[in-house]
């Protein structure tokens, strides 16, 4: 299968794989107020807990660490709403999380190596050939390295070299795969 055109594939090539033999548990169900529960029969292993009450989803256990989003009365229908299988919207559901966006953001290795291309297609960095792959993987190497190879940036740019952090990007696609295998079975 080309995962290429989903939204950060290998967090939807994981889930996809951990989540084939899970099923769904109904553990309550009264209105908006659910616990449901998605694993494979048998083991804990990657399992997940998706808990609702009006306006409010909270999901636990293996994937995820405890993640609050807070937006419409059925966060369910909320989350599928209708998009392509595996089409999250990480920026827009992040601006629903109780603690907020930066709560689910790092460091980006690759989205500093992006960065730092932009600059040699500027021509800043034109004639140097450190730029094409340093190693670094916090923000303090990635200043250090530009203040090393006299590489201007400012406070502003260190807030380009985030990304969501790979748990909660796995956390939202079985937010929506389980969101609807719910609403499916509702619907049938």
Known sequence: M????????????????????HEM????EDGNYRHLRFKKPGTGIYHFD????????????????????????????WFDRG???????????????????????EFSEKRFISWLNDR????????SDLWSSPDVTSFDEAIEFCTDQSIEWDFEDPESWKDYNYHFILALHCILWGARMYNKSRDD
């Open 2 to 21: 080309d995962l290429q055109w989903y939204y950060y594939p290998e967090q939807y090539k994981q889930m996809r794989e951990f989540t084939r033999d």
């Open 25 to 28: 548990l109904v553990l309550h």
């Open 50 to 77: 998706l808990i609702t009450w009006p306006g409010s989803l909270v999901i636990r256990g293996d994937v995820g660490e405890g993640y609050v989003f807070t937006r419409e009365n059925d966060m369910l229908r």
């Open 83 to 105: 998009q392509a299988e595996g089409h999250i919207n990480a920026h827009y559901w992040s601006e629903k999380l109780e603690l907020g966006r930066s709560s689910v953001k």
């Open 120 to 127: 040699v297609t500027d021509g800043e960095l034109e004639d």
